[in-house]
């Protein structure tokens, strides 16, 4: 059965920071792109970021709510996803989840696009910052 | 980036009914586009990817359709199961990836 357990959550005051975990089984970890999704109380879902496979470059992309602030890397032979988050704010406050992307491609003029969208959850963490 | 809005915001209806939901898109997303539900304190649940394809494990009542920048969810007769957030999710820009702000279907 594919899972996704997060960890790290807690209550920081602003300004300080907390890493996440994300430990994955059931599938083959570094065949995928991995993204953070978070969720305020009693608001939305908002992406965060994600970072592709090893094989896809293993680069990463963010929101601009947390660009320089966030980062994502990933150790495929632990099957874990990291969101190192600094500088951390109260608008920071949420649910953080992650997920498993799935990548489409489609071919256009001379070079491939790709697309990801993500399939599994895991149950989420909770970061709370306050003073 | 790019603008997702749902219609409506909150949707009453009654087991057996059939719902719709809308998603509007600032600009063309073609059809790179997800439904997502959401039932309290849980994680969100992939329905449907690529604006009409169904997930697997998914029940048959949901389907999606549209391109472009309109899009809908619809569930053809409503469950007890399914009182839930829907969220619609667009990838067209991987870089840049937005969710609606939700539609809550309650019991009437």
């Known amino acids: 059965e594919m899972q996704l357990v997060e960890s790290g959550g807690d209550l920081v005051q602003p300004g300080r920071s907390l890493r996440l975990s994300c430990t994955a089984s059931?599938?083959?970890?570094?065949?995928?792109?991995m993204s953070w999704v978070r969720q305020a109380p009693g608001k939305g879902l908002e992406w965060v970021g994600f970072?592709?496979?090893?094989?896809?470059?293993?680069?990463?992309e963010y929101a601009a709510s947390v660009k320089g602030r966030f980062t994502i890397s990933r150790d495929d032979s632990r099957s874990i996803a990291y969101l190192q988050m600094n500088s951390l704010k109260a608008e920071d406050t949420a649910v953080y989840y992650c997920?498993?992307?799935?990548?489409?491609?489609?071919?256009?003029?001379?070079?491939?696009?790709?697309?990801?969208?993500?399939?599994?959850w895991g149950n989420g963490t909770t970061v709370t910052v306050s003073s | 980036d790019i603008q997702l809005t749902q219609s409506p915001s909150t949707l009453s209806a009654s087991v057996g009914d059939r719902v719709t939901i809308t998603c509007r898109a600032s600009?063309?997303?073609?059809?790179?586009l997800a439904w997502y539900q959401q039932k309290p304190g849980t994680a969100p649940k992939l329905l449907i990817y690529?604006?009409?394809n169904l997930q697997s494990g998914v029940p048959s009542r949901f389907s999606g359709s549209g391109s472009g920048t309109e899009f809908t969810l619809t569930i053809s007769s409503l469950q007890p199961d399914d009182f839930a957030t829907y969220y619609c999710?667009?990838?067209?820009?991987?870089?840049?990836?937005?969710f609606g702000q939700g539609t809550k279907v309650e019991i009437k």
């Open positions: 999710q667009q990838y067209s820009s991987y870089s840049s990836r937005t």
């Open positions: 600009q063309s997303v073609s059809s790179w």
């Open positions: 997920s498993r992307d799935i990548i489409e491609a489609k071919a256009t003029s001379m070079v491939y696009r790709y697309y990801y969208y993500m399939d599994v």
């Open positions: 970072i592709k496979s090893k094989p896809y470059g293993g680069t990463t």
């Open positions: 690529k604006a009409s």
């Open positions: 059931g599938f083959k970890f570094g065949d995928y792109a």
